[in-house]
Structures are given as C-alpha cells and as structure tokens.
C-alpha cells in the first residue's frame, strides 16, 4: 500500500509511520524539557507545546523539502518536524557548545536555516512579517518555495499580522499563515480576546481564503495545509489556517493555570492527536499495536540519547562570551 486516505502522494506509507514516531519525538522532548526545568537543568525560560504536536507535525508534512517555515515561542515541535536535530536542540536548552547556538540561545533561538527553519521567536507576532519577507525574496527570485508562518491566537491580534496578511495578499506572496490557536495567550482566553468565534474569518478582511482545522486530526491537517501550500505555489496567493488546539501545559514555567479548570484540561487530552492517529493507523493497517510501541519507544529512546548527548556536551568557554552575540 503506497498511499492512503486520499493524502498527498508523497505521504507514503513509510512517511505516515515516520509521522506517528515524530508526533512521540516532539511530546518525549518537551515532557523531558518539563522535568529538567521543574529539577532547576535548565536555565531562562521555555514554552512547551505538549498537545500540540499534531499541528506541527501535520502542517510540515504537507510542505516539500525547499519551503521554509518560521516559528514562534512555543516552537519545538516546530523545529522538529522541519527536521532539527533533538540531540542539538536538547544542548541548546542544556547551554552547552554543541547546541544549534553554541549554548547562547536557548529554547526561543533555534534556527536550522539548512533545513528551511528560519528560527523560533521570542516576540509575539514577530515572525508574520519574517515570513512575508522569505515569501517575498520566493516570488521575487521565482525560488519555488512556499513559506508557512506559525503564530498564535494572542499574536493574530497584533499589528503585525495585520500588516503582513494584508501585504501578503495585495503583492499574492507564497505564504500559509498557520494560526495555532490553543485557546489562551498566557492567562488570558482567546473567547475573552477576540469577539469572533472563528479567527480564521480575519482572512476575510484581507481576500484571502481563511479555514478552520481540528487540530488533533492530523490528516484533516495535512489536507488543508497541503491544498493552501500548493495554492500558494501555484501564484494565488496566501491563505490563513486556523488550529483548533491546546496546550497541555501551563503557558510557561510556574504557571499555576488558574485560569481554567481541570475538567476543560481532561476534555482536550481525551481528544489526543497522537492517540487518535495511532486508532486511525491501527484500522487503516498502517500499524499494528506492536510496531506502534516500538516506534513510540524508539522515540522515547531517542530522546533519553538527546539528553545523553547535552549532558556530555561541554558548557561555552568564558573567552567566547562575546561571540555570536547581537545585543
Ligand atoms: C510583542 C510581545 N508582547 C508580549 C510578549 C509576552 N508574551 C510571551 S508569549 C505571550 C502569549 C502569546 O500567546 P499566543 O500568541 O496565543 O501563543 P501561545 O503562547 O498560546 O502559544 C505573551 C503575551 C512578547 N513575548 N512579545
Ligand atoms: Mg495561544
């Protein structure tokens, strides 16, 4: 069986296994990170996207080797589903030289311009204008890659998307706008911070094409992602794809989550994308239990080797302090 589900060609079957084992590498690497920061490891700050891994594990899958993403604060899934090291991006968090900066940047600087990652961001918003420009440079140059722009519902209310989408449709630039909205930017809910129940409507105000996906269904994903990227390839412009998802997790360390209850909490991890994949997987014969645990525990395996790695990894020398550095 070469293909199912009416996906996209290139989702072979070999490519849907990779997927389900990814969507595990990105939920082990954050539930690791959680750990360490809790023991006091790791140092500054992270946001994990626990619960969110089929959104970017779906959204990328539907891409093709040369189009390029941008990120945001909450952005290791992100980054490995573009094809990031979890050994590198594990030292990154740990401080030590052989992260991807030499242990000077942490959770919300990784970058992987090689594999068309073109860096988390610590600025809320900041990364819609990057992915306009990435788009821009595309049809400019006639480069052929698409750019998708992740971001978050807080970030849909800043000007800088508004700017960028407009832009992005007046000049018909090859960029997916990607709005993972998991329903709260820090404490704040997006129902209280947006008066419309659906952001992907916004797109409207801009002429272009705006949807909603269920953000557990990683098929409905990809589907939709790889309609809008191969749209956009095409010359008609960008498109704005709204994420119904959630973060598991507090919005970042030492966040009591006050602000919602346990219940809304269960009802979310009842909906898991990754248990719903491996269910689907399992009926479509892509997967037997038996092969499901054994790339789940590869996954665990490898991020247990990531871990290995940073720790053995040396920390920066003091005589280096200044290199690298912008500010
Ligand atoms: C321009 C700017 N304003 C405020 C902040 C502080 N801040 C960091 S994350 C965050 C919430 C962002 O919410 P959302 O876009 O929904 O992303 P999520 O954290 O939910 O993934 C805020 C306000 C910031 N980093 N940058
Ligand atoms: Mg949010």
Redesign the pocket.
Known sequence: MEKTFNLPSHITTDKLKDLYKQMWLIRYFDEKVDQFFAKGLIHGTT?LCVGQEASAAGAIAALQDIDKITS???GHGHCIAKGARTDKMMAELFGRVTGYCKGKGGSMHIADLEKGNLGAN?????GIPLAVGAALTSKMKNEGYVVLCF?????SN?GSFHESLNLASIWGLPVVFIC?N?Q???SGAAKDMINIPDIADRAGSYGIKGEVVDGNDLVEIINTVYDAVEDARDGNGPALIEVKTY?WKG?SKSDAKKYRTREEEQEWRSKDGIKRFKELLIEERVLTEELAEELQQEAKQEIEDAVRFAENSKEPSIDTLLEDVYA
């Open positions: 946001h945001t604060h909450r610590g600025i809320v918003g900041g971001f978050g519902d807080g970030a800043e993972e998991n709260y930017g820090m973060r919005h």
